[in-house]
């Protein structure tokens, strides 16, 4: 059984129809990556799994429930699906040990005894041992985004969704990310579902990938199927070509959504080349 499902969801904002009959599947265990360019939907889609944004149509169902319709889903959904944002979004006025544990901080459940150990555990699995004491603020980039995989990790989630969890670090402390997505996946055995632009990380960390592309899944295969597609889209966009199907035509319709908008607003229209 597939413990995530999106059957045909759709979702606009005003008259941007962002997604457009998206279809999803993902099993239990398996890191699923979601690739596409920026502003094509993928954060959008991310928080329909999140129990954050309902479809306008469409179903998302997890471990067989429909989310959004079943309130018993988005119970099962705060307990058991974490996301991993971003930016790390770590309480700068908190310590490490305060920003992993807060979830049991804020909602008890455990012993101090109990939390120390289970701090001190997570830390040890995203290599950052013995940092308990720091604050955000003495922690490298690639250091916040592993205590905010840490404190993803300490509400022991079924489900880990990870929002461009490489963006804006140096390649070799993406790569310590990706390899840290992988850990996690195998030790927690946890289901993952990845979303970047990065296709180093997409093959790296993906059992499968698939490519979002104008509001819809083009493309879904293991690492390799990918790698010798031959869809136009899928080889534009990871090879990183300039030409090609994603960007023909593109200049033409900024121009003309351009004329469109300043005749809506009544400007002049100045001649452009
Ligand atoms: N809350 C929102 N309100 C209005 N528009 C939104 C909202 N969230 C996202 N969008 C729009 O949806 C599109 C997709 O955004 P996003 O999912 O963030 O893209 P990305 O693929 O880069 O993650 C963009 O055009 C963005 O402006
Ligand atoms: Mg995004």
């Keep these: 059984m597939n413990l995530i499902e999106i059957r045909n969801v759709h979702k606009s904002f005003a008259d941007n129809h962002v997604l457009r009959g998206v279809n999803l599947a993902v099993e239990p265990q398996e890191t699923h990556v979601i690739v596409g360019r920026s502003g094509e939907g993928k954060s959008v889609l991310l928080k329909h799994l999140a ?68 701090v001190a555990r997570l830390l040890e699995l995203v290599d950052l041992p013995n940092t308990q004491h720091l604050y955000p603020a003495e922690l490298s980039g690639g250091m916040r985004k592993r205590v905010g995989l840490a404190r993803a990790l300490a509400a022991d989630p079924q489900i880990i969704l990870y929002d461009e969890p490489t963006t804006g670090l140096d390649p070799v402390t993406s790569e310590v990310i990706n390899e840290l997505i992988i850990r996690v996946s195998e030790r927690e055995r946890v289901t993952s579902v990845v979303i970047t632009h990065d296709m180093k990380s997409a093959y790296g960390v993906g059992d499968r990938i698939c490519m979002l592309y104008d ?26 070509l300039a030409v090609g199907p994603i960007t023909t035509g593109e200049d033409e319709e900024v121009k003309s959504k351009a004329i469109e908008r300043e005749a809506m607003s009544g400007s002049t229209i100045i001649s452009r080349q």
């Design 215 to 240: 509001g819809n899944i083009v493309f879904s295969g293991t690492p390799d199927e990918v790698r010798t597609s031959t869809n136009p889209i899928v080889h534009q966009f990871v090879n990183g």
């Design 51 to 118: 129990g954050l944004l309902p479809p306008d149509s469409g179903d998302v169902i997890i471990d067989g429930k429909h989310l959004y319709k079943d309130p018993a889903a988005i119970k099962w959904v705060r307990n058991n699906v974490s996301m991993v944002f971003q930016m790390a979004a770590l309480f700068d006025s908190l310590t490490v040990f305060e920003n992993v544990a807060f979830h049991y901080l804020e909602n008890g459940g455990k012993t101090r005894a109990e939390l120390e150990k289970k």
